[in-house]
């Protein structure tokens, strides 16, 4: 099938043209509508299906751009209000029209004549979603939207200072790869201590967000938020006990791999001991890599790497490029971290990250980029609840990427020993990765599993936890201070709590993916391909299927990539 990146934003047939959503009353009168027409045949379902897909999208786009324009300039209090009053007053009355229609739909007698092959998943998705509504929820849910994006507002304002000149956290990260030891470590302390600065603030706004998502999980009948959650995150297809193999299992399986790769790194620099602070180091004599200089430039390479590999991912970025869907360079003031915010009208989504021209970006903005062509690749699908596919799969389009895209690097190198040690960085990283993911995900499950901890408490299952899955290479004493509140750095145990274990799931099928485009490149994109132009329409298991991997996170499965990886690096 030809795939092309001129896609076109979604013409309204049911709304107006030009429609903008000013307030409630301008988009309520829809809601009315759709909420009262008669449905006299499957014909009739179908069209209505597509008119409430089209308030859907509206709707959807409508609250990303409010969070795009934010997180791009979290100093600027009226894109912080025009946020705040989409989830305080736009929101909240959306809710019980949105859970009356998902009621109309399961009632009505023609959604049994649907082609249930095509609806399975949505309408499994519609069910869970009558499941957990709960009206007095609806204010609990708003504050929370808004309470979340604080994170981004203190995260945002942090900076230091170094050669009289100011960094942002991100900017400063750059340092960490220095020959120099001393400045190597005066940076790690100044970023760690600048991240203490916060953390009452943060540990406030953390405890906050556990008592009103556990108020929300009890409302709906649920134990605790955890088991809430995997509910409303669409978990049909493993259970928290298969996290707590998961975690077993990278202690077992990958936490050697962990150990040898940092003893290596510690030869590498001719040091008796490794500290945090030499983790990214270069020996003496090496310059960090650099992949690019700019932002500009990041792009204008990752498109050329892009079309290398395939033409229409080029087109993709190209596309975003004409449209300015992109802001790629830290700068103070923007909210950390890097994302890419799919827009359910326009198709082409928004990339939104914090480059300074560190090997860590150019991963990072492939990274984004395969996010970016699974919305491409879902946008033609017909229903916008058809898009919304399992953040699992949504990780393995994106891992992917980082890892096919690879030997199409020297567009970033100049030479080939550049690039060798590009490509171990990356798969250094996908190895390093798996212990971090196992701590940020088991350190969730035991906050909701505890929701009325202290924060003293708190402060020793992290550590515990911590120290439990850190590698016995790197000597972390004297710096349990810094240590004690390094999960206040993670923003998704604020913004998208239970959302990390995906990475690691989405790891294993990434270099699945990789294994398989080492066997037969063209192949491996066919199957990438199909597999994300599927969106949601099928389950887990059989997304991963359609792209030819094994939706398997056991044991002896994690042992297997884990050699596989092991074998590539020891290649270079």
Same mark, same amino acid.
């Given at each position: 099938?030809?795939?092309?990146?001129?896609?076109?934003?979604?013409?309204?047939?049911?709304? %107006?043209?030009?429609?903008?959503?000013?307030?409630?009353?301008?988009?309520?009168?829809?809601?009315?509508?759709?909420?009262?027409?008669?449905?006299?045949?499957?014909?009739?379902?179908?069209?209505?299906?597509?008119?409430?897909?089209? &308030?859907? =999208?509206?709707?959807?786009?409508?609250?990303?751009?409010?969070?795009?324009?934010?997180?791009?300039?979290?100093?600027?209090?009226?894109?912080?209000?025009?946020?705040?009053?989409? $989830?305080?007053?736009?929101?909240?009355?959306?809710?019980?029209?949105?859970?009356?229609?998902?009621?109309?739909?399961?009632?009505?007698?023609?959604?049994?004549?649907?082609?249930?092959?095509?609806?399975?998943?949505?309408?499994?998705?519609?069910?869970?979603?009558?499941?957990?509504?709960?009206?007095?929820?609806?204010?609990?849910?708003?504050?929370?939207?808004?309470?979340?994006?604080?994170?981004?507002?203190?995260?945002?304002?942090?900076?230091?200072?170094?050669?009289?000149?100011?960094?942002?956290?991100?900017?400063?990260? /750059?340092?960490?790869?220095?020959?120099?030891?001393?400045?190597?470590?005066?940076?790690? !302390?100044?970023?760690?201590?600048?991240?203490?600065?916060?953390?009452?603030?943060?540990?406030?706004?953390?405890?906050?967000?556990?008592?009103? !998502?556990?108020?929300? =999980?009890?409302?709906?009948?649920?134990?605790?938020?955890?088991?809430?959650?995997?509910?409303?995150?669409? !978990?049909?297809?493993?259970?928290?006990?298969?996290?707590?193999?998961?975690?077993?299992?990278?202690?077992?399986?990958?936490?050697?791999?962990?150990?040898?790769?940092?003893? /290596?790194?510690?030869?590498?620099?001719?040091?008796?001991?490794?500290?945090?602070?030499?983790?990214?180091?270069?020996?003496?004599?090496?310059? %960090?890599? !650099?992949?690019?200089?700019?932002?500009?430039?990041?792009?204008?390479?990752?498109?050329?790497?892009?079309?290398?590999?395939?033409?229409?991912?080029?087109?993709?970025?190209?596309?975003?490029?004409?449209?300015?869907?992109?802001?790629?360079?830290?700068?103070?003031?923007?909210?950390?971290?890097?994302?890419?915010?799919?827009?359910?009208?326009?198709?082409?989504? $928004?990339?939104?990250?914090?480059?300074?021209?560190?090997?860590?970006?150019?991963?990072?903005?492939?990274?984004?980029?395969?996010?970016?062509?699974?919305?491409?690749?879902?946008?033609?699908?017909?229903?916008?609840?058809?898009?919304?596919?399992?953040?699992?799969?949504?990780?393995?389009?994106?891992?992917?990427?980082?890892?096919?895209?690879?030997?199409?690097?020297?567009?970033?190198?100049?030479?080939?020993?550049?690039?060798?040690?590009?490509?171990?960085?990356?798969?250094?990283?996908?190895?390093?990765?798996? %212990?971090?993911?196992?701590?940020?995900? /088991?350190?969730?499950?035991?906050?909701?599993?505890?929701?009325?901890?202290?924060?003293?408490?708190?402060?020793?299952?992290?550590?515990?936890?911590?120290?439990?899955?850190?590698?016995?290479?790197?000597?972390?004493?004297?710096?349990?201070?810094?240590?004690?509140?390094?999960?206040?750095?993670?923003?998704?145990? $604020?913004? &998208?709590? $239970?959302?990390?274990?995906?990475?690691?799931?989405?790891?294993?099928?990434?270099?699945?993916?990789?294994?398989?485009?080492?066997?037969?490149?063209?192949? =491996?994109?066919?199957?990438?391909?199909?597999?994300?132009?599927?969106?949601?329409?099928?389950?887990?298991?059989?997304?991963?299927?359609?792209?030819?991997?094994?939706?398997?996170?056991?044991?002896?499965?994690?042992?297997?990539?884990?050699?596989?990886?092991?074998?590539?690096?020891?290649?270079?």
């Amino acid at each position: 099938m030809q795939h092309s990146a001129n896609i076109q934003k979604l013409k309204h047939s049911f709304l %107006p043209a030009h429609f903008s959503l000013i307030d409630w009353s301008t988009i309520e009168p829809y809601f009315i509508q759709l909420k009262d027409r008669q449905i006299n045949s499957v014909k009739d379902l179908e069209q209505w299906l597509k008119d409430m897909s089209e &308030v859907e =999208a509206f709707i959807s786009e409508d609250a990303c751009w409010r969070q795009v324009r934010m997180t791009c300039d979290t100093e600027n209090t009226e894109l912080e209000e025009a946020f705040n009053f989409f $989830f305080m007053e736009i929101q909240p009355k959306i809710q019980p029209y949105a859970d009356t229609l998902n009621r109309k739909l399961v009632d009505c007698p023609f959604t049994k004549e649907l082609d249930q092959n095509k609806y399975f998943t949505y309408l499994r998705s519609v069910k869970k979603s009558i499941d957990l509504f709960r009206e007095e929820n609806i204010p609990l849910q708003a504050e929370v939207s808004v309470l979340q994006q604080q994170y981004g507002s203190i995260a945002g304002k942090m900076t230091i200072e170094q050669d009289e000149q100011e960094y942002t956290l991100q900017q400063a990260g /750059k340092f960490l790869e220095n020959e120099d030891r001393n400045i190597r470590e005066t940076v790690y !302390r100044k970023i760690a201590e600048r991240r203490l600065m916060d953390k009452e603030s943060l540990n406030d706004l953390f405890t906050k967000l556990i008592e009103k !998502r556990h108020q929300i =999980a009890l409302n709906a009948d649920f134990k605790n938020y955890r088991d809430y959650k995997f509910i409303e995150m669409g !978990r049909f297809d493993y259970t928290p006990e298969s996290c707590f193999q998961f975690h077993e299992a990278v202690k077992k399986e990958v936490l050697p791999l962990v150990d040898h790769i940092y003893t /290596k790194q510690k030869e590498r620099l001719g040091l008796d001991t490794l500290r945090p602070w030499d983790t990214e180091a270069e020996p003496k004599g090496i310059k %960090p890599l !650099r992949p690019f200089t700019d932002g500009k430039d990041l792009l204008k390479k990752t498109i050329a790497c892009l079309d290398n590999l395939n033409p229409f991912f080029g087109d993709c970025l190209k596309k975003m490029e004409e449209l300015n869907h992109l802001d790629l360079d830290s700068r103070k003031g923007k909210a950390p971290g890097g994302y890419n915010m799919p827009l359910a009208e326009s198709g082409a989504p $928004f990339i939104f990250m914090n480059a300074a021209s560190q090997m860590s970006d150019l991963t990072t903005m492939v990274h984004e980029g395969g996010h970016a062509i699974h919305s491409f690749l879902s946008h033609e699908l017909e229903l916008t609840g058809f898009k919304e596919y399992p953040t699992e799969m949504a990780e393995v389009a994106s891992m992917s990427m980082e890892l096919f895209t690879m030997d199409h690097w020297d567009v970033f190198f100049d030479n080939e020993e550049e690039m060798k040690r590009a490509k171990r960085h990356q798969l250094e990283r996908v190895i390093t990765i798996f %212990p971090w993911i196992a701590t940020i995900d /088991k350190f969730q499950h035991w906050i909701y599993e505890n929701p009325s901890h202290t924060l003293e408490e708190r402060k020793e299952n992290w550590l515990s936890i911590l120290n439990d899955y850190s590698t016995k290479s790197i000597d972390f004493s004297g710096l349990e201070p810094y240590r004690s509140y390094n999960w206040q750095r993670q923003l998704h145990l $604020f913004e &998208v709590p $239970f959302y990390y274990i995906e990475y690691g799931i989405a790891q294993l099928g990434a270099i699945g993916m990789w294994k398989q485009y080492r066997e037969n490149p063209e192949q =491996a994109l066919k199957n990438y391909m199909h597999g994300l132009s599927l969106g949601g329409t099928q389950t887990l298991p059989e997304l991963y299927a359609s792209a030819g991997i094994d939706f398997d996170f056991s044991p002896s499965k994690i042992s297997e990539l884990m050699l596989f990886v092991k074998k590539e690096l020891d290649s270079l």
